[in-house]
């Protein structure tokens, strides 16, 4: 059973800066890749970062230049440098990994990020 579990979350006001962790139940190297996606209220769940085992990063469009997704392989651990935060970064952020040898989604309980104008 795999847990990924969010923390870092919180009230923030805008162009301020948090850092999101994602720590795995076991090594980040049995998964493909690693991301985070965020939810708003009545929104779809759309990909935020994402980096795979070879270490190669993606960014959605409206976070580039602002997030940084990066990893701590010895502490399992995934981690999201938000700066310059904008209202419409508001959203419930999850976790999500993606099996290397089994390729299901996992996927953590979610952490809240409200950005304040």
């Known amino acids: 059973q795999v847990q990924l579990v969010e923390s870092g979350g919180g009230l923030v006001q805008a162009g301020g800066s948090l850092r999101l962790s994602c720590a795995a139940s076991r090594s980040i190297f049995s998964f493909n890749a690693m991301g985070w996606y965020r939810q708003a209220p009545g929104q779809q769940r759309d990909l935020v970062a994402t980096?795979?085992?070879?270490?190669?990063?993606n960014y959605a469009d409206s976070v580039k230049g602002r997030f940084t997704i990066s990893r701590d392989i010895a502490k399992n651990t995934v981690y999201l440098q938000m700066n310059s935060l904008k209202p419409e970064d508001t959203a419930v952020y999850y976790c999500n990994a993606v099996g290397y040898s089994v390729p299901r989604d996992y996927w953590g309980q979610g952490t809240q990020v409200t950005v304040s104008s």
């Open positions: 980096i795979t085992r070879g270490a190669s990063t």
